[in-house]
Every structure is written in structure tokens, then in C-alpha cells.
């Protein structure tokens, strides 16, 4: 069975920093390219971070490029998302998922990732 837990959420200032990790279980993780993803009350579900299965490839929506960094651990099934000078605009649930994918590659699309943690809450305040 796959599992993914997400954890690191929270409630900080515009400004501040939060590090979310996502653990993975029951399938071969480094074969899997990994995400971020965020949806805000009533807005689509946005891609937010992407990496590649060796690590080797990232991809940012554009908001987020030079405050956000994803990284992974494939010996310890964890991708990473450090989130640095949160703005409230960045407030929304954040979920983690995976894609399977050559071990290069970054899938692009919402729909290639087929297995979906819970979600965590990241809320900034002005």
C-alpha cells in the first residue's frame, strides 16, 4: 500500500520560512519523481515544486522561484519543500505526490501524478 504523509505546515508571518517534508512508503522511490502542489478555497490545484527521481532535475512555477527549493533523500523515502519569504498570497493546503517517471525526467502535468498525500496547511499572515 502506498503512503505518503506530508508534515511541516503551520501558521508564521509574511517573511517567515517553513520546511515541509513528505515520507513515502510501499513503492520503489527513487524510480518516482516527486511534487509539490497547492490549492487555495476555492482555486485549482496549482504545481508548486517539482524533481526528478535522482534529484538531478527540478522544476517552479514561476511565484515561487528564488523563495522556494525542493530537494529529496532517496535513502530515506523524503522530499523536502523549503519555503523562505512567505508571502500570504503562498497560503494555501500543500500536497505532496508522485509520478512515475525515467529517473531524469519532470513531469510536467497534475494528472501523471497518480498517488497524493493528505495535504498540510501552510497559512501567512500579512
Known amino acids: 500500500q502506498v503512503q505518503l504523509v506530508e508534515s511541516g505546515g503551520g501558521e508564521v508571518q509574511a517573511g517567515g520560512s517553513l520546511r515541509l517534508s513528505c515520507t513515502v512508503s510501499g513503492l520503489t522511490f527513487s524510480t518516482y519523481a516527486m511534487g509539490w502542489f497547492r490549492q487555495a478555497p476555492g482555486k485549482e490545484r496549482d504545481i508548486v515544486a517539482l524533481i526528478s527521481g535522482s534529484g538531478s532535475s527540478t522544476y517552479y512555477t514561476e511565484s515561487v522561484k528564488g523563495r522556494f527549493t525542493i530537494s529529496r533523500d532517496n535513502a530515506k523515502n523524503t522530499v523536502f519543500l523549503q519555503t523562505n519569504k512567505l508571502r500570504p498570497e503562498d497560503t494555501a493546503e500543500y500536497s505532496c505526490?508522485?509520478?512515475?517517471?525515467?529517473?531524469?525526467?519532470?513531469?510536467?502535468?497534475?494528472?501523471?501524478?497518480?498517488?497524493w498525500g493528505p495535504g498540510t496547511q501552510v497559512t501567512v499572515s500579512s
Open positions: 505526490a508522485a509520478a512515475r517517471a525515467p529517473r531524469r525526467d519532470v513531469p510536467t502535468r497534475v494528472a501523471e501524478y497518480t498517488y
